[in-house]
């Protein structure tokens, strides 16, 4: 599965991010992300959109992963809580959870660390359903 979500996505936004799954299921997506130079803005740290991107990726790719046939997902709502930052020349982590899967609507929160561990953003999101037979699950 991992194998197949790398490829579907090396042309898009993820993959021009370099973001590498380690994990995917419908209940927890994870990977990880290198701090690149051109990822960064002043101060060689990681530029806050490319990183609530990443968050965005895993939470989007563990919707698609629950979605009934027909139906595709789209993010409508994010806050993400920055507390520290990702310099260049570190890999970054991530794992995301789902937290509610209803009929039309998914929350995903993920927890990006650094190296050493340490939380560098908390971010949770919410993903609409579209389309397709509504899940029976709330």
Do not use: Y
Request: with cysteine.
């Amino acid at each position: 599965m991992i194998d197949l979500i790398q490829d579907h996505l090396k042309d898009m936004l993820p993959g021009l991010l370099g973001i590498q799954f380690s994990e995917a299921d419908p209940e927890i997506v994870a990977a990880s992300l290198a701090v690149r130079p051109g990822l960064c803005t002043v101060g060689d740290i990681l530029h806050g959109g490319a990183l609530m991107a990443f968050a965005d990726t895993l939470g989007a790719v563990g919707a698609f992963l629950n979605l009934p046939p027909g139906a595709t997902t789209t993010t409508i709502a994010s806050k993400t809580n920055f507390t520290g930052p990702a310099r260049v020349g570190t890999t970054i982590s991530a794992k995301s959870r789902m937290m509610h899967k209803g009929r039309t609507l998914m929350v995903w929160q993920t927890e990006i660390s650094g190296e050493n561990g340490k939380w560098i953003a908390l971010v949770t999101q919410t993903q609409m359903i579209l389309g397709g037979p509504q899940s029976k699950n709330h």
